[in-house]
């Protein structure tokens, strides 16, 4: 394509950025609704009208597709495994056939047309990814949350990084091989969603890790991929290994595995533990939790708190047992008693200093 | 181009540290049932609930609430009290939605009959930004004369919005 045609549609992409930040502000129903899907319409149209041969590209990049639908299929095996841990809940999404087109229209025609927009605009000095990343950011939902830190933070770790790193991928994959490659990849996620009636219910810490590992990994096998075909037998699996133990460092903190860890608050326990620390807690068995001894440290949770304190006391109530606690530091014992029902584990390691990241950013939020 | 990859990993397991910072500040907070959220899409959620009205020697604890659910306790003393809850209901995705099933139900069907509620109708549509408000008034009913055996009763109400 030539620069002045390149120039061209990075101007009316750069002025449609304007447009898209000044309805995010003013009316986002119909710039979600109309005005998106209505621009990328015309935009796939003009870039096919344009650029005929391009998708002709495809039969010359085949493997790489498969690989891709591959990929792009065992994330989604993954990602929908990740309800028999999370729980599965209903998709908002409704299933009518003209819903179904509605949303393919609205979610999945402007995946194309960016796609197919970057791939033509990519050049070897040019990548334009910052335009990509601002033209995608959801900029009403920044608007929304902007008066709630706390969530703002979620937000950005859940949506606004995995979203950089999905331009990053793209970028990479539509410079190196095709622009069809980074439809697919953004594609099958969506469609899945549209499509299937219920939906793994993952938090945003979840969402987040997998939508920031899932692009990285791809880009660790393309490039592995890349080497090999460049016939660079130095290339060693490092970035494997290094990606397996972040997958690993998330299950560890989602609870995933029998250990979990939590960032303590409070000087209750001292010295034991103090506020800082990071304490890592054993999940009990069901059957477990009645056979507690005294002095053991326990995590229970009140309210929406965890506590870990000792047992001091065990008690039996209308054949049901509880558990009188203590801080080691306290100088009485805590007034409510403990129900097997709030027993979350028992205290295995702690790490000295290792939360207090975590304490001064509660205090942030909460102060 | 070895130096772009430990970059980007290095990054990414920075990005990933940062995020279990934060989560384990918030981890406490329970896990939500309710309509899967599409992050930045979809969240339809409960913003607000509290008393608009105290008849009689009607007593209430604080109402809690989460994104996805409201609870309230209340002690009715004598036949005539009666107490209002106002629930507020934004949306804050940017999928517009619908009123899909309301369905209120007691847990255990026909027990104290003294004790009847009420819910307001609701807004059929809730476009993205815009919020809704309704109510539900609990009742002693004012011509109960026997003094119930079952003192609690719990209601259950489930609102499930859809895509609109």
């Known amino acids: 394509m030539a620069n002045s045609k390149k120039r061209k549609i990075l101007l009316i992409l750069t002025g449609y950025l304007f447009i898209t930040i000044y309805f995010n502000m003013t009316n986002v129903t119909l710039y979600r609704n109309i005005i998106n899907p209505s621009f990328w319409g015309i935009c796939l149209i003009y870039f096919l009208w344009n650029k005929k041969n391009y998708y002709i590209r495809f039969y010359r990049k085949e493997k790489q597709i498969i690989y891709m639908v591959v990929i792009c299929s065992v994330y989604l ?219 053991t440290i326990i995590v229970y949770q009140i309210g929406n708190q965890n506590v870990a304190h000792r047992i001091v006391n065990k008690v039996e109530k209308n054949n049901e047992i509880f558990y009188q606690t203590k801080g080691d530091k306290n100088n009485v014992e805590d007034r409510i008693l403990v129900g097997t029902s709030q027993i979350k584990g028992i205290y295995v390691l702690c790490v000295k200093y290792a939360g207090f990241p975590s304490v001064w950013l509660y205090e942030y939020f909460h102060k | 181009m070895k130096n772009t990859k430990n970059t980007i990993i290095a990054t990414l397991f920075l990005a990933i540290l940062v995020m279990a910072v934060g ?19 979809w969240n339809v959620k409960i913003t607000n609930i509290e008393v608009q009205s105290v008849n009689g020697d009607a007593s209430y604890e604080t109402p809690k609430f989460t994104d996805t659910n409201a609870t309230f306790n209340v002690t009715l003393k004598k036949p005539g009290d009666s107490i209002v809850f106002a629930i507020t209901i934004r949306n804050e995705g940017t999928i517009n939605a619908t009123l899909g099933t309301v369905i209120f139900k007691e847990d255990s069907e026909g027990d104290l009959p003294a004790i009847q509620y009420k819910t307001s109708e609701l807004q059929n549509t809730l476009d993205a930004g815009e919020e809704t408000s309704f109510t539900v008034t609990v009742t002693y009913d004012p011509k109960t004369t026997e003094v119930p055996s079952i003192k609690t009763k719990t209601i259950t109400g489930t609102i499930e919005y859809v895509q609109k």
């Open chain 1, 77 to 295: 095996v993954l990602y929908f495994y990740l309800g028999l841990l999370f729980g599965f809940s209903k998709s908002p999404y409704r299933h009518d056939i003209l819903f179904l087109f509605k949303n393919i229209v609205i979610e999945i025609l402007p995946i194309i047309s960016i796609e197919t927009a970057r791939g033509m605009l990519i050049t070897k000095s040019r990548k334009n990814i910052l335009l990509f990343i601002l033209l995608e950011l959801n900029y009403y939902m920044i608007r929304i949350l902007w008066s709630n830190k706390e969530q703002l933070f979620q937000y950005t770790c859940s949506t606004i990084l995995p979203l950089i790193a999905c331009n990053l991928v793209c970028t990479y994959l539509s410079s190196k091989y095709t622009f069809l490659l980074s439809i697919i990849y953004r594609s099958v996620k969506k469609i899945a969603i549209i499509f299937l009636p219920i939906l793994p219910n993952v938090n945003w810490f979840a969402s987040g890790c997998i939508d920031l590992i899932f692009p990285t990994l791809v880009y660790v096998i393309y490039e592995y991929q890349f080497a090999k075909a460049r016939k660079n037998k130095k290339e060693k699996p490092t970035s494997f290994i290094i990606l397996l133990l972040c997958i690993s460092f998330v299950c560890f903190m989602l609870g995933i595995f029998p250990y979990k860890p939590i960032a303590i608050l409070s000087n209750s326990m001292a010295p034991t533990f103090s506020r800082g620390d990071v304490l890592i807690y054993k999940k009990l068995k069901e059957e477990e939790l009645t056979e507690i001894k005294v002095n």
């Open chain 2, 23 to 41: 989560y384990s500040t918030f981890a406490t907070q329970l896990t939500l049932n309710g309509t899967a959220k599409i992050v930045g899409e």
